[in-house]
C-alpha cells in the first residue's frame, strides 16, 4: 500500500508537507502552487489512498455519521436514508446503519458509536422514553445528535420534521373547496400518546373551526403502525368501520356519516378506501379520502390517493447540513408538506 512516506519521497517533499496537501489543510501554511501540485500529481500517478482509520485514531473523528433507525423497511425511512447518504457523499462522509427495530437502543448502542468514533448521529423515530434517557449520555460524549420525524424530541435536540399542520390545513380547506361539511379525522394513538398524529389532529380541530364547521368534528383513533399481515382485525379498521357506518366510539348513538376522511397516514387511507368499496360506496363518489406521506404506492392505488408529500429526501439532506454544520443560519430549511390532489377526491355527493 503507498504511503505519505512514499509520496513524499517520490514528490522530494517532506512528510508533513505532503499531509497538509492531502488533508486540505496546506491554507494554514506556506506551500507554494507548484509543490501542492507537485504532490498531488505524484500521489495521483502513485495511486494513493488516504487512510481513513488511521486518521480516525489521530484525529479521534471519523468521516463516518450514524443512522439511528427503528423499522428500517419503511419507505419514509428509505427515503431519509437516501437524502442523507447524496448528503454525505457530497461532504465526502459516509453512514453507518445502526437498526433497532427489536427496541434495543441501549447504553451499548451508545458505546459502539463512540467506540466508531462517530462524527455525528441521526435518530429516526427513535423511541421516545429511550432517547431521553440517552440524550444526556450522548450530549456529554460530545457527538452531535439530530432526530428526524421525531414523535417528541428531548429538551435541546433539533427535531428535522415536514410541516404537519400546513399540510392539514390544506387538506381540509380542499375538501371544503369540494363542498365537502362533514369530513372526520382517522389518527394515530391518543393525542396525548402520539405527537405525531396528535399536531394532525389538532391542525385538523383548528381548521375546522376556522371554516365555521366545528359542529362536525368527528375523530377516531386507530395505529398508524399496524402489522399489515392482521390489518382487518387492527384498530385502524375498526376505527375505519365505526366512521362508514356512523357510529359513535361508544356505539351509543348515530351519528351521520362523513362524506370525507381526513386520515394520518396513507396506509391508513388505504385500509378506509378498502373498507368503503366492501361496504359498498364509491370513492370518491361517495366518500372522498385523503392521506399522509405519498409513498410510491399511492399514486399506484385505486383510485390514486390525494394526499400530503412529506419531503424526505430532503429531511434527510437537512439532517446532515446540521450535523457537519454547513446549514444556513445554524439551522437547516425544510421544504414545506404538499397538497397532492388525485382521484380520491371529489366534489361532495348528499344524494
Known amino acids: 500500500m503507498i504511503t505519505i512516506s512514499d509520496v513524499a519521497a517520490k514528490a522530494g517533499v517532506s512528510r508533513a508537507t505532503v499531509s497538509y496537501v492531502l488533508n486540505g489543510r496546506d491554507t494554514s501554511v506556506r506551500i507554494s502552487s507548484n509543490t501542492r501540485q507537485r504532490v498531488m500529481e505524484t500521489a495521483s ?34 427515503r431519509i436514508l437516501s437524502g442523507a447518504m447524496k448528503e454525505a457523499d457530497a461532504n465526502d462522509y459516509f453512514i453507518k446503519m445502526i437498526g433497532f427495530d427489536n427496541g434495543a437502543l441501549d447504553e451499548r448502542t451508545l458505546e459502539r458509536c463512540v467506540e466508531w468514533r462517530l462524527s455525528g448521529i441521526m435518530a429516526i423515530h427513535a423511541p421516545e422514553k429511550t432517547l431521553s434517557t440517552l440524550y444526556p449520555q450522548i450530549t456529554a460524549t460530545g457527538i ?59 391542525a385538523y380541530r383548528a381548521t375546522m373551526h376556522s371554516l365555521g364547521i366545528a359542529d362536525e368534528i368527528r375523530v377516531e383513533s386507530g395505529d398508524w403502525e399496524a402489522d399489515f399481515s392482521d390489518w382487518e382485525n387492527g384498530p385502524t379498521a375498526a376505527a375505519a368501520r365505526r366512521l362508514l357506518a356512523g357510529e359513535s366510539s361508544g356505539g351509543q348513538r348515530k351519528l351521520r356519516r362523513p362524506t370525507a376522511i381526513v386520515c394520518a397516514s396513507d396506509h391508513m387511507a388505504m385500509i378506509v378506501v378498502r373498507l368503503a368499496t ?47 454544520g454547513t446549514s444556513e443560519a445554524g439551522l437547516p430549511e425544510i421544504s414545506p408538506a404538499r397538497l397532492v390532489v388525485r382521484g380520491s377526491t371529489a366534489t361532495v355527493n348528499l344524494d
Not at 414523535?151 to 399542520?165: E, K, Y
Open 278 to 324: 366492501d361496504c359498498g360506496l364509491r370513492v370518491p363518489q361517495d366518500l372522498s379520502v385523503t392521506g399522509f406521506d405519498d409513498v410510491t404506492v399511492a399514486s399506484l392505488y385505486n383510485p390514486a390517493l390525494t394526499t400530503v408529500a412529506q419531503p424526505f429526501e430532503e429531511m434527510g439532506r437537512a439532517a446532515v447540513r446540521h450535523l457537519l
Open 144 to 202: 452531535p445528535l439530530v432526530t428526524v420525524d421525531c414523535q417528541q424530541a428531548p429538551a435541546g435536540c433539533l427535531n428535522i420534521a415536514a410541516n404537519s399542520g400546513e399540510g392539514i390545513r390544506a387538506v381540509v380547506h380542499h375538501l371544503a373547496e369540494q363542498g365537502h361539511c362533514r369530513i372526520a379525522f382517522l389518527g394515530g394513538q391518543d393525542e396525548h400518546e402520539d405527537a405525531i398524529s396528535g399536531e394532525r389532529e389538532r
Open 45 to 78: 500517478a502513485l495511486g494513493y489512498r488516504r487512510n481513513e482509520l488511521a486518521r480516525a485514531m489521530i484525529t479521534g473523528k471519523n468521516r463516518m455519521l450514524g443512522f439511528w433507525v427503528m423499522q428500517s423497511n419503511r419507505e419514509p425511512v428509505v
